[in-house]
């Protein structure tokens, strides 16, 4: 008896959630159709002949960007206003250096802003990309647990670096082939080479979950000032290294090469470098704090500019 | 791409690439623990809600059945709140060790067996109780007659939970953490070799997660070769 009631009740229960599922999928429809649609965007293109935009007549520009900017918040900020001024529009790719190149390399993207310079030069030189503009800069550091067990507190980072591999102190690394991860690398390669011992740990994640494992597991970890400062309440971990020799982090536009792929917007790729070096977006990127704390400098602006 | 991926698997099972053994072994354990605990308490409990009046029936029955749509971020989080140093069992240091991964994929298995099973209990012809009932069986004899009548729906149970632990990520990425040599498995080998960009290589990975994965599902299907026969 028991069993037939359910059987029954299961049924009816079965129809509820296909009628569940036809009146959700019917919801979304209107998203689907929603004016950012790339479709939508063209024909507001096509139709536009007469207006001044120097947009070419694709009007999507696809930027890889690095999570950092993302997560900072700063691309809300400057994406619309490059929109608005070319009447476009920016799809953002927030991935890992180590794709952003590869993404560019395949012509999937048309313009990527990495900090990876050694990388970035490397992919210019190999005809991948055409230009390079530096565009700002701000640091890393070296983070760890409060009771610091290497002393490294206000040493050099390449002797930090050393000291934490010759003690075989808990150290997190992202993994990645991201710009912090190949920075890393360099920073290992100053003292030597690449270490393995059991409490090195390869993440193999981004920025923001790799900081979460490096604070559960009391370990040291070389991070980005953006994400530092914007996650930091709340972690246990302390800041140990703040400055020295290879904590620089120089973020660059780098436009993509068009003779390579034809699909590649390169004038507006070429106008979205213009716009970054502006003082418009100098100004902009100058202005831009988080928790009352720039994030980032910019590298077009005089000295008497900023402030 | 696609092509790079499976030239990379090929090569990666020929020289038995170390590091993807280690995930690919890790995968199977994970699975293989977490489905068998699920599995046990599963089909229990699919057999109890079928079977005997319990307390909250409805509840328990609907309880589950939404159980099988919660996504895996929620319950890898839910773990993470857990697990995590501020989290209530923090004091076991489970955070970013597979036993966090097992337990994880413990509740993401046992929805789907429970469900599954009791689906498969409710099917069986009503002769089958009655039957075993005038012959003479006691409770334990009658359990087995129930889960021997409906034994393919069960091992399908079962291979679905298997199949939905094994390609999991999202508890497999929170709670192990995706740590080179010490949590990491296909699936997060996978998202990381996407996130560096080398996509033949995050090709390569689910090639060989698939392999094991048909390696499994033909395993189930020999060991109850006569099971597409039962009803004919």
């Known amino acids: 008896m028991i069993g037939g009631n359910i059987h029954a009740m299961s049924h009816t229960f079965q129809i509820a959630w296909l009628m569940a599922g036809v009146i959700v999928g019917a919801g979304c429809q209107p998203d689907a159709a929603s004016p950012r649609s790339r479709s939508g965007c063209r024909t507001r293109t096509d139709t536009n002949t007469d207006s001044e935009s120097t947009a070419s007549d694709s009007s999507v520009l696809r930027l890889a960007s690095t999570t950092s900017t993302r997560d900072s918040g700063l691309c809300d900020v400057l994406l619309p206003m490059f929109e608005q001024l070319h009447n476009c529009r920016v799809d953002l790719i927030a991935v890992g250096t180590g794709k952003a190149l590869r993404l560019a390399e395949a012509g999937d993207v048309d313009v990527i802003l990495c900090h990876a310079k050694s990388a970035e030069e490397a992919f210019v030189a190999a005809g991948h990309g055409v230009r390079r503009e530096p565009v700002m800069h701000n640091s890393f550091l070296i983070v760890g647990p409060a009771d610091d067990p290497a002393a490294i507190q206000g040493i050099e980072p390449a002797e930090a670096i050393g000291k934490i591999g010759a003690g075989q102190h808990r150290f997190v690394s992202r993994g990645d082939d991201s710009g912090t991860h190949q920075r890393e690398m360099e920073l290992w390669d100053s003292v030597g080479g690449h270490p393995t011992w059991q409490d090195y740990i390869e993440t193999g994640q981004g920025m923001g979950p790799t900081l979460i494992i490096a604070d559960e597991m009391d370990a040291y970890l070389l991070v980005d000032m953006g994400t530092w400062l914007k996650r930091r309440d709340g972690l246990r971990l302390a800041e140990l290294i703040t400055e020295g020799q290879g904590l620089e982090n120089p973020y660059a536009v780098t436009v993509v090469n068009p003779v390579k792929h034809p699909a590649i917007h390169d004038e507006l790729a070429h106008a979205f470098a213009d716009f970054l070096v502006s003082d418009q977006a100098q100004t902009v990127i100058a202005d831009y704090r988080v928790n009352g704390t720039r994030l980032f400098h910019p590298d077009r602006l005089a000295q008497e500019q900023i402030e | ?232």
């Open chain 2, 1 to 232: 791409m696609i092509q790079e991926g499976f030239a990379d698997a090929w090569q990666l099972l020929i020289h038995l690439d170390p590091s993807v053994l280690d995930a690919a072994a890790r995968s199977v354990w994970i699975s293989l623990l977490a489905v068998a605990a699920a599995s046990l308490i599963g089909i229990a409990a699919g057999l109890l809600l079928a079977r005997k009046r319990v307390l909250g029936q409805r509840f328990w029955v609907i309880l589950f059945r939404l159980g099988m749509s919660v996504p895996t971020v929620l319950i890898g989080l839910l773990c993470f709140a857990v697990f995590s140093r501020r989290g209530a069992l923090g004091s076991l240091e489970l955070l970013y060790t597979s036993w966090a991964i097992v337990v994880g994929e413990f509740f993401l298995a046992l929805p789907i067996v429970t469900t599954l099973t009791h689906g498969a209990i409710l099917r069986l012809d009503p002769r089958v109780p009655e039957t075993a009932r005038t012959l003479g069986a006691g409770p334990a004899c009658r359990v087995m007659t129930y889960l021997n009548e409906a034994r393919l729906a069960i091992a399908l149970a079962i291979l679905t939970a298997f199949s939905r632990c094994f390609t999991e990520l999202g508890i497999a990425m929170m709670v192990g953490g995706n740590l080179a040599g010490r949590t990491r498995t296909l699936t997060t080998a996978t998202a990381l070799e996407t996130a560096r960009g080398e996509f033949a290589r995050g090709v390569a990975m689910s090639f060989i997660l698939l392999l094991i994965a048909l390696l499994v599902t033909l395993l189930i299907a020999s060991s109850g070769r006569d099971m597409d026969k039962v009803k004919s």
